[in-house]
């Protein structure tokens, strides 16, 4: 099973993986044609919220609450059945969507007064950030569909191809900000544009994955679909409860359009930076676990589905860790390999480093609740992580405003990570308190060796990694040649370090 699990994992790692290489691109292309200014200000809110929306009727609550069903239905059903749960789905989720969007597109100046309420000072940015939300809005519309369709790919174990889905959104943003861009007299449009198409070519890719299967959606609305009540009743809190840190990062964007000009753009890039291995490895763990563990839940496999969870945490623990230190350690070189070029300034670089070390902090918080909330949604349980999202929240808040006025816009993103932790811990001890979760044997001392192999790679890179005005002197060949030795020096050490301490293969399987 585990070798299964892993196999699953390493595939939408690598498909996820493809998606953030081509996104950081993509961010390059945007750092470098439209530097941090008010431009770029004005595009991250505008696709921040379509983002966020995202997040809760995409792969956020929505598969949340369709996938534990539609396991469920597989596992009991018939086919026909099933078929028949995804036509209702896909009709209800349909008109729920396009009602949202129009009423999004109309009211696109209430939402930017909203989420960034310090743009209103400022006419021309405020009204450039409405216009490019009325053209990325639509977005939400199509991923929702698209998500839809990868949750029941998912399902029926065919992950590879929701995985590689992503490409095209960045495909179609840099696509634009190339040759679209000059043709614009407001260049900035085009990115808006790139999300728009993106998202129907990601819908469109799903089509014949979906035919395969025979399970290709024809949208029906039936009010007495027991499938639809069910999900319906756990997507009402689990949009809530699943979006806590998107909640976060958006009151972040709230608090930061007070902030000078650029730190909109700095969390962004800082943020792009912490996906990478957090859509890598931690997403894509979340997502071939929860079904997974749905299937054990509807056989009543309690054992099994203790074990699934253990074994997942330690893997988080495992690669979380060098990740989470590569990018504290890394972040400089990181941000001015990938983006100092063009419009994006030295100063741009050191201030985004300051909120990605902030963010670097909390990955493993991040990646833990990719890993606990499925331990909840797949048995159908949405009101406790939804008690939990809500008190992690109210501390982000309370840490935003505290940590803001010493460390500006690194603060909010250290509120961020610490209210990640603070959600992870408490869904841990749930699942505890539950008697759900059992830890195996070995804990103590697997934390012992991988705190020690962290030790190491963290003292190798403080002490032997150039300063940054070494990097910004080479040129951009130079710094990605440097950035991946260190990668490799800092890995190598860390894994080296972990076979010696006697970590091996047979001790993170099931």
């Known amino acids: 099973m ?144 698209t998500a839809l369709a990868g949750g029941v790919l998912n399902t029926y174990r065919h992950f590879a191809g929701p995985a590689f889905t992503p490409v095209f959104l960045n495909i179609c943003i840099i696509s634009a900000s190339i040759w679209l861009a000059p043709q614009l007299e407001e260049p900035i449009k085009a990115l808006a544009w790139g999300v728009f198409f993106g998202g129907i070519v990601q819908l469109l890719f799903q089509f ?70 957090l859509g890598v490895f931690g997403i894509a763990l979340g997502v071939v676990i929860l079904p997974s563990l749905s299937e054990k839940h509807a056989e009543g496999s309690k054992e099994h589905f203790s074990k699934m969870l253990d074994w997942a945490l330690r893997w988080v623990f495992v690669i979380g860790t060098p990740a989470a230190l590569g990018l504290a350690f890394l972040a400089e070189p990181m941000l001015s390999t990938l983006f100092q070029y063009g419009e994006f300034s030295a100063q741009d670089v050191e201030f985004s480093s300051k909120a990605l070390v902030a963010y670097s902090f909390g990955l493993l918080g991040f990646t833990l609740i990719k890993v606990l909330a499925p331990g909840y949604y797949s048995r159908q349980d949405i009101k406790t992580p939804v008690r939990i999202g809500i008190i992690a929240m109210i501390a982000n808040m309370i840490f935003n405003v ?35 979760y059992h830890p195996e044997a070995g804990w103590i001392k697997l934390l012992f060796k991988i705190g020690m192999a962290g030790l190491a790679m963290a003292l190798i890179l403080w002490f032997n990694v150039p300063e940054l005005g070494q990097w910004e002197g080479w040129s951009g060949l130079e710094r990605t040649a440097q950035l991946a030795k260190w990668i490799a020096i800092g890995g190598g050490v860390y894994v080296g370090l972990l076979f010696i301490l006697g970590v091996r293969w047979r001790d993170m399987n099931l």
């Open 402 to 436: 505290i940590l803001v006025f010493p460390f500006a816009h690194a603060g909010l993103a250290l509120a961020t990570s610490l209210s990640a932790f603070l959600n992870a811990g408490l869904l841990y001890r749930g699942l505890r308190q539950q008697d759900v």
């Open 208 to 277: 014949p994955f979906l035919m395969k299967l025979k399970l290709f959606p024809r949208p029906s609305l039936k009010k007495t679909d027991e499938g639809v009540r069910r999900i319906l009743k756990l997507m009402g809190p689990a949009i809530f409860g699943v979006s806590v840190s998107q909640i976060n990062l958006l009151f972040d964007t709230l608090i930061a359009s007070f902030l000078i000009t650029g730190s909109v753009s700095w969390l962004y890039y800082a943020d792009r930076m912490l996906e990478f291995p």
């Open 2 to 145: 585990s070798k299964k699990l892993l196999h699953s994992t390493a595939i939408v790692g690598v498909m996820t993986m493809i998606s953030r290489i081509l996104g950081l691109v993509r961010d390059r292309v945007i750092a470098e044609y439209f530097g941090a200014g008010v431009g770029a200000d004005a595009f991250f809110v505008a696709f921040k919220i379509p983002n966020f929306l995202r997040r809760l009727f995409a792969e956020g609550a929505f598969s949340q609450a369709f996938v534990p069903i539609l396991s469920e239905y597989r596992t009991k059903r018939s086919h026909d059945e099933t078929h028949q749960l995804i036509n209702s789905v896909a009709g209800t989720l349909g008109l729920v969507v396009t009602i949202i969007t129009v009423l999004g597109v109309l009211a696109a100046p209430l939402l930017i007064s909203i989420f960034a309420p310090g743009f209103i000072e400022d006419e021309a940015k405020f009204d450039l950030t409405v216009s490019l939300l009325r053209i990325t809005f639509p977005y939400i519309l199509f991923i929702s569909l």
